[in-house]
């Protein structure tokens, strides 16, 4: 691990544990013998407390010259991906698998990578015809089809 | 004897013809998505559940191991034609295994790796039919003190032998526990962390954090990483290994075979540290240390052995005591659990035949992957010739649909995108998800055998200590937590965990 993946991964460990513990403020911690819900819960998040801050000390000691692992987070796959997916869920129960399918393959375009649209656009038509065929016809997953 | 009636009756199950379409489908079915560059068995599995969420139980247990195999094995042919290890456990087998391709000898290589594995499957088969059966005999005197004992013993061991920082590594078992215990809790019927969102009153479902902490988390991360990917060159021609070959390869598998059978059924245990022990054992003994990297044979050999072994031995504390000493396993039990299935000492004696067949269908399934393999060479070679472009959206298509047909509901999706981007986060900085798979699925466990515990010794914690086998369960424990402290271990271990960069 990198200096500044230290520091946040710390950072990471000490906020998890810390909403941890106010979200469970609320449930019976109890006693050893007799423990109530909160007690494990509780345990656990001053556990990744303590991680965050054996983190936040290793980093603080460790040499912050020439660090090559710094931390750069790729926003374009990272949104596309998670737009993808997102989009499945909500066209879905409106467009149907086969659509959502073609939809989504298509949205392949915007990652960047190399492609080609006539093969794209068959890959589309190919993987809407595939899953409506697999999920839907052979293994009878209860999938809306069309949108109508 | 018994040890024949009952694989006797594990082949009597295993070579219906359903089955054996089952176990050859889920072998190809796991080939495949193996093959793919960056998809590991983990995502493998997760994506492929839902093929077999509308089969009868032994016919899905067929085919999940059979996917699990067939992944596993995938991830060795791209290791070997274009330096790509689908997954951490044939990092050791692209250091010899692409140059022996180098030198025009991958059709070698891959029969190599092909017979290695056949040979440590038909082995570990053996391993688990004999081991499985006495260890849970055994656990059948554990109470609530020695699970939890064996339990934390399990989350440290897989956190020391796991690659990456071992402070991040406890700390994401934590986490994964925490969020295993969201929803309602079993005992007392009460609710925690479910924020009023209803779709997680049953708890947050295992697949979709698994689809997303490993499917698509690893798509986003591919996607980023945009250095271009080495084609195979050139056709492949000789497959069959020469005499000399032979010689050299044969006791370096038998050897991998060993090291792997033992080193999977830890805790921890399985794959990745057994191929990774095996190299390093064969480095050691050889004559000419120097002809590693440089396409020794027994760098292939050894470790896909040792990866196959060690694969199929980590089945073994999962099927006897439900205790799963990986994420692959912790994946396997929820697949079970999905067909109402509960592994553990009373899986054995209660569903002997689901167990036999299971164990049987793992040789018959390794035996396919031998003569499906070295013929369809060609076709995994094309498969990796296909832009990613292309590819990536046909995954996500699967995991959605996966994710989707769980609990037929568009909330499950959307929680899926989430842990992905959780996932993508967590990679970046450098923690690693594995372990916090294994906390979630243990995490409940823990707690309930935790809180008998201490429910029979009035919250004595003593308890742990005065038995005699949980005592020796946390001593192993002290013993390697204490080891890890000690700097000379610690070093060797980051070196040892190296070669991987």
Known sequence: ?????????????????????????DLTIGTAADMGIGY????????????????????????????????????????LVTIMVIGFGLLLPRLGLPLTVAVMTAAAALSGENFNWTMLALIAVGMAVLSLLLFSTALNLQIPVWPF | MDLFSNLALGFSVALTLKNLFYCFAGALFGTLIGVLPGIGPLATIAMLLPITFHLEPTGALIMLAGIFYGAQYGGSTTA???????????????????????????????????????????????????????????????????????????????????????????????????????GTDVTTGEQRFVFGVRQIYDGIDFV?????????????????????????????????????????????????????????????????????????????????PSRFGKGAIEGVAGPEAANNAGAQASFIPMLALGIPPNAVMALMIAAMTIHGITPGPKFLTDQPSLFWGMIVSMWIGNMILVVLN????????????????????????????????????VFDVFLMAGFGVFGYFLRRIGCEPAPLVLGFILGPMVEEQFRRTLLLSDGDFTIFLTRPLSAALIGVTAALLLMMALPSLRKSREEAFREQD
Request: proline letters at 5%; aromatic letters at 8%.
């Open chain 2, 374 to 409: 070295l013929p369809l060479v060609g076709i995994w070679v094309k498969l990796l010739k296909i832009p990613y472009a292309y590819l990536f959206p046909a995954i996500l298509v699967f995991c959605c649909v996966g994710v989707y047909s769980i609990n037929y509901r």
């Open chain 2, 80 to 182: 070997i034609l274009v330096n790509l290890p689908g997954e951490s456990s044939s990092v050791v087998t692209a250091l010899d295994g692409y140059q022996m391709a180098r030198q025009g000898r991958a059709g070698i290589a891959l029969a190599t790796a092909a017979l290695a594995s056949f040979f440590a499957g038909c082995v570990a088969t053996i391993v688990i039919a004999v081991a499985a059966p006495a260890l849970s005999r055994m656990a059948l005197l554990f109470g609530p003190p020695e699970f939890t004992a064996l339990m934390v013993m399990g989350l440290f061991a897989a956190v020391v032998l796991a690659s990456g920082s071992i402070i991040a590594s406890i700390g994401m078992v934590m986490v994964g526990m925490l969020l295993g215990l969201v």
């Open chain 2, 208 to 288: 979709v954090v698994a689809m997303g902490l490993f499917g698509v988390s690893e798509i986003i991360a591919n996607l980023a990483d945009r250095h271009t990917r080495e084609l195979p060159s050139g056709k492949i021609t000789r497959l069959m290994p020469t005499k000399e070959d032979i010689k050299q390869a044969a006791p370096a598998t038998i050897r991998g075979t060993l090291l792997g059978s033992i080193l999977g059924v830890l805790p921890g245990g399985g794959a990745l540290v057994s191929s990774f022990a095996s190299y390093s054992l064969e480095k050691r003994l050889a004559k000419d």
């Open chain 1, 40 to 79: 494990t819960p509780r345990a656990l998040a001053i556990g990744c407390i303590g991680v965050g801050c054996l983190l936040m000390a290793q980093a603080y000691r460790a040499a912050p010259a020439g660090d090559g692992n710094r931390v750069e987070i790729a926003w374009r796959p990272l949104l």
């Open chain 1, 1 to 25: 691990m990198g200096q500044q993946q230290q520091y946040l991964s710390g950072l990471f460990f000490i906020v998890f544990g810390g909403l941890a513990v106010w979200a469970g403020n």
